[in-house]
């Protein structure tokens, strides 16, 4: 049987995004606390729910210049979408806390 440790690697950071409807008149925004540790896969099901969204939508992040995505064989993306499975939030904004986009 194997025994789940929970080990101890500091106090997470939390970061609280302000997402925003862009061309949208009025403005539409919600605001969440997420953990800066959190995958981009979690993170785009987090916003999904925090917009009232079904899932199932193809995404794209974009973190300063930089693209990451679930591939997807049938979609005919660029070679330049970097897989999202295991970048951190923290990981993919490099220390900068700038807005970034969510497609």
Known sequence: MAEKRKIDQGPVRHLQL???????????WRSVIVPETITL??????LLWTMGWQGGHLHEFRFLGRRYGEPDREWDQEDDVVPEQRVTLVKALAGVTSPFEYL
């Not at 409807?21 to 403005?27: A, E, S, W």
């Not at 896969?41 to 987090?46: F, G, N, Q």
């Open 41 to 46: 896969p979690k993170l785009h099901v987090t």
């Open 18 to 28: 302000r997402i925003c409807l862009l061309d949208i008149v009025p403005l539409v």
